[in-house]
């Protein structure tokens, strides 16, 4: 049996202090869009949160937030930081396949990880996302695309790599507010650069 890569963001997660793994640390700007609009208080959900750039923006914002992900240096660091910014994040390691959501919520965010998973298992959980999303209430989500072939040190990782437009596909019967497509270039840190094309949406669900 093939054993699976380690992903080039473990390492990189380790670094003390540092949150530079993906967006410099920064949160995602269509999170910030959404978020800066909606009140203190509001329940949400980074599924697959990574080293917590988009949830520890949205814990400032005094929302009442959840995080998860499957690395377990991504958690303690997302921790570390929480700690050190007086921020409270209710934060566990766990599969996004088996992920038990505790209650429904107002904002889920889902940035770059659906494509991790393979397709039959992205569409049943953006089924639960919908589940457990109050009335009115929005989802942010970013998944690559298969526009650009899956970078060679990432080969096998990304094994549900969307179509150009499934997304919105999974959103039909929501009020899709905003979708958008695109290709870019990033470099991580340690001088990894990859490119990437990508759709994104925010979704609200009808009332």
């Known amino acids: ?4 890569k380690k992903p080039f963001w473990e390492d990189s997660y380790k670094r ?3 949150l530079d793994t993906f967006g410099a ?3 995602n700007d269509i999170v910030v869009k959404v978020a800066s609009a909606l009140p ?6 980074d599924l697959g949160c990574g080293e917590g750039r988009n949830v520890l923006y949205l814990a400032s914002l005094g929302f009442q937030v ?3 992900d499957i690395s377990e240096t991504g958690i303690e660091k997302l921790r570390a930081v929480a700690y050190e910014r007086g921020l409270a994040i209710d934060s566990s390691v766990c599969d996004m396949r088996t992920y038990e959501f505790p209650h429904k919520f107002d904002l889920i965010v889902c940035q770059g990880c659906l494509h991790l998973i393979k397709r ?3 569409a049943i959980l953006i089924k639960r996302m919908k589940e457990f999303t109050v009335p009115g209430g ?3 989500i970013g998944v690559f695309t298969d526009t650009v072939p899956e970078p060679e040190d990432q080969r096998g990782l ?4 969307f179509k150009e437009g499934e997304l919105s596909e999974q959103y039909k019967d929501w009020e899709i507010i905003e979708s958008n497509a695109y290709q870019f270039a990033h470099t991580h840190p340690g001088g990894i650069s990859h490119e990437h094309a990508g759709n994104d949406i925010i979704a609200r669900k009808p009332v």
Do not use: D, Y
């Open 66 to 68: 959840s995080a998860f």
């Open 16 to 18: 003390p202090g540092k």
């Open 1 to 4: 049996m093939t054993e699976r």
């Open 25 to 27: 640390g920064k949160p």
């Open 40 to 45: 203190a208080g509001t329940k949400a959900l």
């Open 158 to 161: 990304m094994v549900g790599l």
């Open 120 to 122: 039959e298992e992205w």
């Open 138 to 140: 929005q989802h942010i």
